[in-house]
């Protein structure tokens, strides 16, 4: 199955500052790559989502980046907030075959930001 | 406001006690997940369904069963408890395959 692997574990900024969380995928087949966002108390909630046909895809603060042919990509956080400190998670799938609607989940990252 | 719902969101419970964690989606989604997340933040999936009647184990071995007789709902139950068995549970659920998942808010379940 897919592996996927998240880095760093917990990262502090201070507030203003840019913010980067890294994951690596194993299964090159892999083409839909979402990033979950978990707040104290909370379930991971969707806030961007990328597909292999895409290099990077921007919302406001945050953008994702996609290196296919190094099966690893990215989230970017501009100009940070203190609503920004969660965890963060990244994760992978197949759009079809037989683990359709399987997403394969990082570790997290334990964002902080500081003000 | 959630379309996901979880009950109860926090369960203290004696050792050897049978419980059910209930997950209901108002959504009409195929297809739902369980997750167990450790205290390290890892989401481990530990069941899902791709519809009514269909459940399959993830990929942590968990001693829990799952249902889904109504697409709305994916009970899981713990015939008896262990301390082994704290932690949070997340349900979650998805109508286009691996995209769009919405998660509960979680059952923080403590054995003691």
């Known amino acids: 199955g897919e592996n996927v692997e998240q880095h760093p574990s917990t990262l502090s900024v201070q507030e203003g500052d840019s913010a980067v969380i890294k994951c690596t995928y194993s299964d090159s087949a892999s083409n839909y790559f979402p990033w979950y966002k978990q707040e104290l108390g909370k379930g991971p909630q969707l806030i961007i989502d990328i597909r292999s046909n895409v290099g990077e895809k921007k919302d406001q603060r945050i953008a994702v980046t996609l290196n296919k042919t190094a099966k690893h990509f990215s989230l970017h956080i501009t100009e940070t907030q203190p609503e920004d400190s969660a965890v963060y998670f990244c994760?992978?799938?197949?759009?079809?075959?037989?683990?359709?609607?399987?997403?394969?989940f990082g570790r997290g990252t334990q964002l902080t930001v500081w003000p | 406001e959630a379309d996901i719902y979880q009950t109860p969101r926090y369960l203290v419970i004696g050792t050897g006690k049978k419980i059910t964690l209930e997950c209901s989606q108002t959504m009409g989604h195929d297809k739902m997940y369980w997750y167990q997340q450790d205290p390290g933040m890892e989401l481990h999936l530990i069941h899902y369904s791709y519809g009514v009647n269909s459940t399959e184990k993830g990929d942590l071995s968990s001693e829990s069963t799952v249902s889904r007789i109504r697409t709305e709902h994916f009970p899981l139950t713990l015939e008896s408890a262990r301390p082994s068995h704290t932690s949070q549970y997340l349900c979650?659920?998805?109508?286009?395959?691996?995209?769009?998942?919405?998660f509960g808010s979680g059952t923080r379940l403590t054995v003691v």
């Open positions: 979650a659920s998805s109508e286009f395959g691996s995209r769009g998942y919405t």
């Open positions: 994760a992978a799938s197949k759009e079809a075959g037989s683990t359709l609607g399987r997403l394969y």
